[in-house]
């Protein structure tokens, strides 16, 4: 890989020596992916460790692929948590199918940037189909129109602009928020902290953000945001936008879309849904109740990179209204101008970036070459261990679930002794204890999480490879996990 170029020695990888490497490398992932099993799931290196194991100072000559293929396998794999491991139940799924990932390696391989459609027609015109592809599975209707961003923060942060916009008919034209009423947002207590963190990135204010309480199962109360909107209108303020979560992080509850909708619409607010997870469930018609109302929307995203199983990064914003999306977002300047401004889809106008990369290719291959039908059948596989679980659960004694089983995330206590029978401080220690010990056994990687003011362990499931023996295991676990713990305290 070393040539000679006006005397001096230049490294550039070739087409034949990236065909060499290669595949090398897809056998190196192959061999990755089919021997998963046998990592720890949860990364047990200690902070500091990657980086002071790799060279310090960047490389002066080209290096060896085999010296590149060692640091992957000793230092970058055990510096990893595995997503894609058959007992990883943490945070969500995060499945990265092997058909997805051979449409990202082609993204990266043909280089391209849709700066506008001329650059890329088919980068354009591949996202729109992809898009509508999706919309279709996901039984929503014609008139929603969608574009693939990086993650659903950035989808929700564009919403909350949309919105925004729309509340100060474009004061983004004149002196922007600071003339008007001030506006105010709304969601509720147990939604992302990526939607407080768009509503604070809007210039909404944190005095002007609202968290609505939430009921019993952690789902918005309705009732308060109508109160909370309507003391706002009456206190000269205006409420410009709603976020409801269909899946919300904690327990994955469902806020009650239609009669959020409602609410909102008396106030003329946006509503943008944040489904980012529990979106992928809607791909199952028997799923899609859980966001009734979803039609009267005005957006909604959701991360074809979560359950679905597209690889990272592949997040869908879709809208009703894509003139005002343009309106918001559009500043073209002379030199994007081409002369087919009018008659194409100019993604640059529909979101934040300018460059964009070639994302629909990986959302292509997926749907290509597994087919919605097997996507499908794994979303039920993963719904029935997850029934399976919680029925165990609640037959155990000592255990309980602390909110209600929602799609494929459980969340659990342990109580030696029986529900109650532990001081709340003594109960959160006990959690931690048991879900730490399973995590640090490397047989299963779980993440505990607050409900209510303590801690819940928390089970995810619907890795790609998750099967029924794996979530048979994940229990054998816990339960050894709770009973040593509750031993040893
Ligand atoms: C994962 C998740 C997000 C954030 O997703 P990113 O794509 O990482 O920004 C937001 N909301 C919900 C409900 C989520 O599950």
Redesign the pocket.
């Known amino acids: 890989m070393v040539r000679t170029v006006l005397g001096c020695e230049v490294g550039r990888v070739t087409p034949e020596e990236f065909r060499q490497f290669g595949h090398r490398l897809v056998d190196w992932i192959a061999d990755f992916r089919r021997d998963i099993d046998d990592l720890p799931v949860r990364s047990t290196v200690e902070p500091g460790w990657v980086r002071t194991t790799l060279a310090a100072a960047p490389p002066e000559k080209p290096e060896s692929p085999e010296a590149i293929l060692e640091d992957l396998s000793k230092v970058i794999v055990p510096g990893l948590s595995h997503f894609q491991h058959p007992r990883y139940f943490a945070f ?1 799924p995060a499945n990265a199918s092997l058909a997805s990932a051979l449409g990202d390696m082609v993204s990266t391989g043909l280089g391209s940037i849709g700066l506008n459609w001329e650059a890329a027609p088919a980068l354009t015109e591949l996202e729109e189909l992809t898009c509508d592809w999706m919309r279709e599975l996901l039984g929503l209707d014609p008139a929603w129109k969608g574009a693939i961003h990086d ?3 950035t989808g929700t942060l564009v919403a909350a602009l949309c919105a925004r916009e729309r509340a100060s008919d474009y004061g983004l034209d004149r002196d922007g928020l600071r003339e008007g009423p001030p506006l105010t947002m709304y969601s509720s207590e147990a939604a ?1 902290s ?1 939607v407080a963190k768009a509503i604070l990135l809007a210039g909404i204010g944190r005095s002007n953000m609202r968290l609505v309480p939430v009921d019993s199962a952690y789902r918005l109360d309705p009732e308060a945001l109508a109160r909370a909107m309507a003391a706002d209108k009456a206190a000269g303020r205006r409420p410009a936008a709603v976020i409801a ?1 269909i ?3 904690g327990a994955a509850s469902v806020d009650p879309l239609a009669e959020i909708i409602e609410v909102a619409r008396a106030h003329g607010a946006w509503v943008h849904v ?1 489904a ?2 529990a979106g992928s469930a809607m791909i199952l018609e028997e799923c899609r109740v859980l966001w009734n109302g979803v039609e009267e929307a005005d957006s909604v995203s959701l ?1 074809a990179h ?1 359950w679905i199983g597209t690889v990272f990064d592949c ?1 869908l914003l879709y809208v009703r209204d894509t003139e005002h999306l343009v309106r918001v977002m559009s500043t073209d300047p002379s030199y994007l101008k081409t002369h087919r401004a009018d008659d194409v889809t100019q993604y640059r106008n529909w979101g934040i970036p300018l460059g964009r990369r070639f994302r629909a290719l990986k959302l292509w291959f997926h749907l290509r070459l597994d087919g919605a039908q097997a996507i499908r059948a794994r979303l039920r596989r993963d719904l029935a261990n997850a029934q399976w679980l919680a029925a165990q659960i609640e037959a155990a004694d000592d255990w309980y679930l602390t909110a209600p089983p929602m799609l494929q995330t459980l969340c659990m206590r342990h109580e030696p002794g029986g529900r109650g029978s532990m001081a709340s401080d003594a109960r959160d220690a006990h959690t931690l204890r048991w879900t730490e010990a399973v995590n640090r056994s490397g047989r299963a990687y779980l993440t505990p999480t607050i409900l209510d003011g303590a801690w819940s362990g928390r089970v995810s499931i619907g890795a790609e490879p998750t099967e029924r023996t794996h979530v048979e295991a994940l229990w054998r676990l816990m339960q050894d996990a709770a009973t040593d713990a509750g031993r040893s305290s």
């Open positions: 969500y993650t659903a923060s992302h990526s979560s899946g919300a992080t944040d980012a997870m991360n979560k997040s």
